[in-house]
């Protein structure tokens, strides 16, 4: 499953961002998180920490909103951690989106 964490203004020049994840531990998740952001328009080259539990894309505002749009689902940043500790353990998380 790709995920998507609410966008948050970081006070950096270009607005308010998020990150999508992919659930998937491993070159599975690596895989699933390529095939969807080529979907949504954005480079491969633009991956965060790659081969990574912490494997991610920053996107923009515009970018966060094609994501929604392509089926990304959008989840709190605690979710996004747990996620991502998941994967550390070489497990899905099992996740019910919870938006504060």
Not at 3 to 8: E, P
Not at 83 to 94: C, E, L, S
Request: aromatic share 8%; net charge positive; charged share 25%.
């Amino acid at each position: 499953m790709i995920i998507v964490d609410q966008l948050r203004d970081w006070g950096w020049h270009h607005g308010p961002s998020s990150h999508l994840i992919s659930t998937l531990p491993g070159e599975e998740g690596s895989a699933e998180l390529a095939a969807f952001v080529e979907k949504i328009g954005l480079k491969r080259k633009w991956v965060q920490k790659p081969g990574t539990p912490r494997e991610h894309f920053d996107l923009n505002e515009r970018a966060h909103k094609q994501a929604l749009a392509a089926g990304a689902v959008e989840v709190d940043w605690r979710s996004l951690v747990r996620a991502i500790r998941a994967k550390k353990n070489g497990t899905v998380f099992p996740l019910v989106p919870e938006l504060d």
